[in-house]
């Protein structure tokens, strides 16, 4: 089973995503509501795929990313923002992204991701 860490700051937005991902039966391995403690939770959990908020406090989705991908550079990230935010998800993408999903989520679109990621 694919085990993924949803990272956002929003406590709604983490549950929306986790129930579409069990849904579609992915194993949700953590919840993280900062760039830090998602850095902190990959260590400890290994996930097969992180999906991760741009912008949150403490530090950001791109600053995490960055600091993902040079300690593990195989992580597979996909990118979420609210719409209008498009030059971070150029940044993101740049950082190491595989791929971006807005804000609020499109069942359809996670799952196309998701599997686009992980293939």
Same mark, same amino acid.
């Given at each position: 089973?694919? %085990?993924?860490?949803?990272?956002?700051?929003?406590?709604?937005? %983490?549950?929306?995503? =986790?129930?579409?991902? /069990?849904? @579609?039966?992915?194993?949700?391995?953590?919840?993280?509501?900062?760039?830090? #403690? +998602?850095?902190?939770?990959?260590?400890?959990?290994?996930?097969?795929?992180?999906?991760?908020?741009?912008?949150?406090?403490?530090? =950001?989705?791109?600053?995490?990313?960055? #600091?993902? /991908?040079?300690?593990?550079?195989? +992580? /597979?990230?996909?990118?979420? =923002?609210?719409?209008? #935010?498009?030059?971070?998800?150029?940044? @993101?993408?740049? +950082?190491?992204?595989?791929?971006?999903?807005?804000?609020?989520?499109?069942?359809? %679109?996670?799952?196309?991701?998701?599997? %686009?990621?992980? =293939?």
């Amino acid at each position: 089973m694919t %085990r993924i860490l949803i990272v956002d700051d929003a406590k709604f937005m %983490r549950i929306t995503l =986790s129930n579409i991902l /069990k849904k @579609a039966d992915f194993e949700v391995v953590g919840e993280a509501e900062n760039g830090k #403690q +998602a850095i902190e939770f990959y260590r400890d959990l290994n996930p097969d795929l992180v999906i991760m908020d741009i912008t949150m406090p403490e530090l =950001s989705g791109l600053d995490a990313i960055k #600091q993902i /991908k040079l300690e593990f550079p195989q +992580a /597979k990230v996909i990118m979420c =923002s609210a719409m209008g #935010q498009q030059k971070m998800v150029m940044e @993101a993408i740049e +950082a190491g992204a595989k791929d971006f999903i807005i804000k609020p989520f499109d069942e359809n %679109r996670v799952h196309e991701a998701v599997n %686009r990621v992980l =293939s």
